[in-house]
């Protein structure tokens, strides 16, 4: 079940599977109403918001293409239509396409700087502009900025752009109480992570940290949750590695 209602409206990008989807169960369950966000087939989400509502939570979809700047205007104009204002912002839709620089060709660079980058940066603007006082933003990077590893060069420059506007956004929103982190996930058992990898290399990643072991959906729920609930209001412009240790 559903915790009491909070009062408060979560619009979560990227939603409708994967860490996305873990991420609005888990902040339904701490009493969110949480917006669910999708670029392209509709279905994952419904089917999310109707878990979500027979939880006793209260959920809606809305499809929106992040690189789109209208879009994700009318985004936030249809959450607050529906529930008033939007609290809080997770910022989890992304994609990864890797290749070493010598063969990354222009137009999987452009798509990656058009969802990861410019996708962020139009949810941001809006948030800026519209969060409520007192609100969240919670943006997703990756533990690979740290970790530098062969073929990820354009997808860790995209989130290494990302935990930059974290920081400095945080210090745009002085004197509104808003809070702005980011998560920069390690491995974690996904679809998206595992299809394509063989068992052997899937284990030797998953033996990468100390604890041995992929990361969940729900472990980064966890860590989303803490930045977006009570407890993390005094955690600002900080990006937060949740990857069991790998660095």
Known sequence: ????????????????????????????????????????????????????????????????????????????????????????????????????????DDANFDRQIGVNLKGTFNTLREAAKRLRDGGRVVNFSTSVVGLKLETYGVYAATKAAVETLTAIMAKEMRGRNITVNAIAPGPVATDLFLNGKSDELIARMAKMNPLERLGTPEDIAAAVAFLAGPDGGWINGQTLRANGGVI
């Not at 992040?66 to 104009?77: C, G, K, L, W, Y």
């Not at 959450?79 to 910022?91: C, M, T, Y």
């Open 1 to 104: 079940m559903a915790s009491k209602e909070n009062g408060k409206v979560a619009l979560v990008t990227g939603a409708s599977r994967g860490i996305g989807a873990a991420v609005a169960r888990r902040l339904a369950k701490d009493g969110f109403t949480v917006v669910i966000n999708y670029s392209g087939n509709a279905a994952p989400a419904e089917e999310l918001v109707q878990e979500i509502e027979q939880a006793g939570g209260k959920a809606l979809t809305a499809k929106a293409d992040v690189s789109d700047a209208e879009a994700v205007r009318r985004m936030f104009d249809a959450a607050e239509a529906a529930f008033g204002g939007v609290d809080v912002l997770i910022n989890n839709a992304g994609i990864m396409m890797l290749s070493s620089l010598a063969e990354a």
